[in-house]
């Protein structure tokens, strides 16, 4: 009979203690899926003291860099999230012949092509599904599935925080401010939801993404990313007058000329679009590719458990390679496909704005679209009641437009904020969907 | 530079002609992805004189046997179908030490075990992404993204003439038999559509995703089977009235006791249910699993270019191990888990039958309900009009019941069956997704 597998697990918070659970309470299921029994020998924390059921004192430690030099391991299992003690303690598990399990969207985003030089040179595997949606199979299907096939864009709700707030904006009729209160109440946003709401956390996951996708390598600053913030009750009101659903989107596209657009923003989805109804803590994420067409993958984003899920089946995987004494293949050679600028993106949008009430001043807005090449899909004129009515504006216009260049849009916008009969306050989001 | 990868594709139908064309186009795309050429070296046939354009009639052999046993081969894809002599060309491929992809779901639902280890033993890849709802990748993440969780169900959408033929039914009110017809004319199905319709093909599907989901061996005699030609406009009525569309279902859930149940049926399925809305040549499946909830995946589930996609995929993948001289991992130990019989299987279901017009009928039918421990979620009566109606039987029931086991519901049908405030005909179908 052959030895264990020895694993050590690096944090162990909401995902950490759940993968400790799937780990020691082991009958024999997960041996019989490896061939190989696994053996958590150490667990690295930074707080000893905390009190953690089921899981033997001996196993804790403070010395995670100690941890992960033992030299007798076969796999680490990263789940403290973060740039730093992360990254060092992954690369010193590599140099040290583990292979290495990650959930750390953060670090991956900026990482990953380094990291996977690094375990490709040392014979040691590198896997993170649980890194980008959560319990969703996402990752091996871009690696592996669609690895025959060419991938032209990727959509998806890939955060659930700002999925709950933006879904209580709708439901309730809220602020985005007492949506926030709300979700920080039951532990659906951190005490600081910046990661969240400015889309940072987002903007990680379609770097990983876009560069799985489009075998390249894109960084989290590339990201173009726009959160939730300023979106308001008014813009969720002008959405459903228009058939759609205000979400945080994360877009990855191929442009004509064979460059990648990576983008994180608030979008107006048109409600027959299946990512419309996604609600809650679930994600869900749309791929488009040549052969293939379009694929879509649902499920929960986050939680214990069902991160859990995603990082267990990567530890079976990389136990498997590692009982065959063999590594998985870590991707393609990169084609270093160039990020385009946002400007150079091509999108619907919708623009909202104040205008006086005098003839003929409708002609001359469309004639402002007009001149910059922006061909309009439906235009909504309302009246602006007594109460609310501004000194000399009367009249509130809606535009969607059809798909054009965010430069094109760009240069409305600024035409339209010098013109007299247009007020201050000119309201853009993006459309998509239709 | 390395020797590339030489590969044989038996089979230039639909798929093997896509597959054909993307192996060929190739401008050094595959390549990157894998580290090597690929070289097509033969392509078996069984019309030599089909025109094919784009392809070199060199390439072009019917003597698939002589191929097969080149000796010199790196992957056979294997696209003909069937039983024989794919399997047979199959087992010749892997004793000669190729890696072989497929996507022949009739094939693998009764020798999936056998092939795997033959595989195994000589340390060769078997990949069959494309054997189950074409584009989609399910076999990957069942294989491994889950293979650290536990599998509870499996439910899906899985046939796509079936789905467009009940689609049919019930968006143009028409029967079964014109619905088939023009489904025949428009190519959606075979002159024969026996494989389809009677929900053959579903099993062979069903019997697959089983075997994985729960790691054991599920036999394709194994599978519960019906199909949907006994579906008529009255069942596409009642479920529309209940809130249900009639989809074609197959089915694959673990017992309390660890047995697996693995059916194919029509189904009424609430529409609130994702997959009641799953129209057309899309498929769907969706899977329940311990730790991490529900998970849904969506796409193309037949024609050319999706599974070819699919193959391509599995092909890139087996040529990456075979760059780096290795083979995958080829699954769990079995752990030979029991299929249970379909009288075990629970379910809620739906029953229809005419009753007399006399006081007390409702609660004597309630009754024979009761009496098999059977409880009742919505109870509809309406009258039957004078044209329709036949001797004595005034009035139409439909119930549709809480969760119960087929042999209840089964002892519930027979006495109804007996009495005599009852109809001849009673339909039942069974009911998913509340």
């Known amino acids: 009979m052959s030895k264990p597998l020895k694993v050590a697990l ?38 000893a003291a905390t009190q953690r059921p089921g899981i033997d004192p001996a196993l804790i430690t403070t010395d995670l860099e100690g941890l992960v030099s033992r030299g007798d391991l ?19 598990a590599i140099a040290n012949g583990a292979s290495v399990v990650s959930a750390n969207k953060a670090l991956l985003a900026d990482y990953l092509g380094e990291l996977s030089r690094d375990a490709d040179a040392r014979g040691v595997d590198l896997y993170y599904e649980a890194a980008v949606a959560g319990a969703i199979p996402i990752i091996r299907p871009l690696r592996e599935s669609l690895v025959g096939d ?33 979700a920080q109440q039951l532990g659906y946003a951190e005490a600081d939801p910046t990661a969240d709401v400015e889309g940072h956390d987002a903007a990680a996951k379609a770097a990983i993404l876009a560069g799985l996708a489009f075998h390249t390598e894109v960084k989290r600053e590339e ?17 459903e007058l228009m058939g759609c659903t205000v979400k945080l989107l994360a877009i990855a596209k191929l442009t004509d000329d064979d ?48 991160t859990a899920s995603a990082v267990m089946g990567d530890v079976v995987t990389v136990a498997r390679n590692r009982h065959r004494g063999t590594a998985g293949h870590l991707g393609s050679a990169y ?7 946002i400007g150079e993106s091509q999108a619907q949008f919708y623009v909202s704005f104040e205008v006086v009430d005098r003839p003929g001043v409708l002609a001359r807005c469309a004639a402002v679209f007009g001149d910059h090449g922006v061909s309009l899909r439906v235009v909504q004129q309302s009246y602006i009641e007594g109460g609310e009515r501004r000194e000399g504006f009367a009249a509130r216009l809606g535009v969607m437009t059809h798909v054009t260049q965010e430069t094109n849009l760009s240069a409305v916008v600024e035409e339209l904020g010098r013109a007299d009969f247009v007020g201050s306050e000119i309201r853009v989001m993006r459309v998509e969907g239709f």
């Open 10 to 47: 690096l944090g162990a918070g909401v995902v950490g203690s759940q993968v400790a659970r799937i780990i020691l309470k082991e009958g024999g299921t997960l041996e019989s899926r490896i061939g190989r029994r696994l053996e958590l020998v150490g667990i690295g924390v930074r707080n």
């Open 74 to 92: 076969d796999i680490v299992i990263e789940l403290i999230g973060g740039i730093e003690p992360a990254l060092g303690l992954l690369r010193t």
């Open 150 to 182: 060419d991938i032209t864009a990727v959509m998806g709700i890939v955060n659930g925080t700002t999925n709950y707030i933006l879904d209580k904006m709708v439901t309730e009729q809220v602020s985005y401010d007492s949506a926030l209160a709300e």
């Open 223 to 239: 990201v173009f990313c726009e959160g939730i913030t300023s979106v308001t009750p008014d813009d969720i009101a002008a959405a």
């Open 259 to 306: 460059r990648v657009i990576v983008k994180v923003h608030p979008a107006m989805v048109a409600n027959k679009h299946p990512l419309a109804s996604v609600s809650g803590a679930y994600n869900a994420i749309f791929v488009n590719s040549r052969e293939a067409g379009e694929l879509m993958f649902l499920g929960q984003g986050a939680g214990g458990a069902p």
């Open 335 to 341: 084609t270093a496909r160039q990020v385009a600028p």
